[in-house]
């Protein structure tokens, strides 16, 4: 299950190992090797010896081990048309909502967003972040995870209205999920509040805290009676304080449950979780505004490990659908996370400042993976290019023609190819559309030439109609027009 932060800045550690890490600093400046002017053949230069050290050459005219560096792969064209498919889906909805695009150093060990707004002395901001970032640990590629991994981040900071930004970043994740049809989901919420509140009344000491949250947080993962053995077992805590705090973290509900925990005895006593609960309502009040409580569940086991959020929390997962062997859906894996963290940016400000801040991270890889073996498993065909025209010849001697043809389409902004080849065969240029998905050819033979007109095909309908030369740009647009 994923354990994204809100912010990529979580993410950002420099990757481990000399193939991955950056050059070496020397006297505060990056040095850079300089290779000399290529000698002659068979000089063993300083780019020579690092290409045979590169692809691990054991000399002796063996072949070399070609792999990438542990932890990471290579994406083919078809991998990377439908990452960028996705990736635009996301930016696009972070767009709508009125988010700046901004982005940090890679090689950045701290957390770069809540260093950013404090260096920059920042109080009101509302941004996103799409980037490559990296694990330190090591990677688990059987189980798609990754030392190189793209993550995706909104975040609103600022002094606002309680609940308000917070109602926003599930709508979010709402749209984008809804958006991407991965299937039906259920987006979790709760409190750090709440949970403090409800280890406070079952007796729980403030220094196990963290401790007892992150053994609530495998709930989603182990059953209650493994949970409370290691509460017992490893945490310290007694089995009566153990089965307290189970009365509570296996509820789950929506307003109803939150009235109900208003009124009861002794969270109502608590500070700390009657802020939290009244803030559930409020947040609920907004989303029921907001059309989407039909997809959220107020779940008092989410605890989210990160131990800097101090206010709502959330988690979007994918379920399994019902069947006859299953009451209810199953979560399939978590796909987003956030939260607010209010306290964060402080403790990179000199004096201490804090700025308020709420974040969701999309679980790009996760996606990416459901939809990689979506699309392996129905066979589809994904296209790798937006070329929009073929130019092609019937007729041997005709290079200028194309040429020059397709020299004016792209100077009109029109996506255009055409064989490398001086007397490709017509058979072969339509092939080539019908295998790329290519949906229109521009012929231009003899005849047309002499016309003045290019016959222009639909790939799809096979339907062929000439069209007089300098219509042919306006009448290639309008049958690119959604």
Known sequence: MLRLGPLAAAGRLLPAGPRLGPPRPSGGRVRLSRSRPPGPVGDRGLLARQVRAAAGSAGGGQSPALKTPKGTRDHPPAHVALRDRLLAAVVTCFKRHGAAAIDTPVLELRVPFARYLAMNKITNMKRYHVAKVYRRDNPATTRGRYREFYQCDFDIAGQFDPMIPDAECLKIVHEILSDLQLGDFIIKVNDRRILNGVFAVCGIPESKFITTCSTVDKLDKMPWEE????????????????????????????????????????????????????????????????GITGKISFDLSLARGLDYYTGVIFEAVLLQPENDHVEEPVSVGSVAGGGRYDGLVGMFDPKGRKVPCVGVSIGIERIFSILEQRVKASGEKVRTTETQVLVATPQKHLLAARLKLISELWDAGIKAEM??????????????CEDTGIPFAAIIGEQELTDGVVKLRDVATREEVDIPREKLVDEIRRRLEP
């Open 419 to 432: 064989l490398y080849k001086k007397d490709p065969k017509l058979l072969k240029q339509l092939q080539y």
């Open 227 to 290: 949970v409370r053995s290691e509460m017992v077992g490893e945490k310290g805590l007694s089995p009566e304080a153990a089965d307290h705090i189970g009365e509570y973290v296996q509820l789950h509900g929506g307003l109803d449950l939150i009235e109900q925990l208003l009124q009861d005895p002794k969270l109502s006593q608590n500070k700390l979780a009657k802020e939290g609960l009244g803030d559930m309502k409020l947040l609920f009040e907004y989303l029921t505004l907001f």
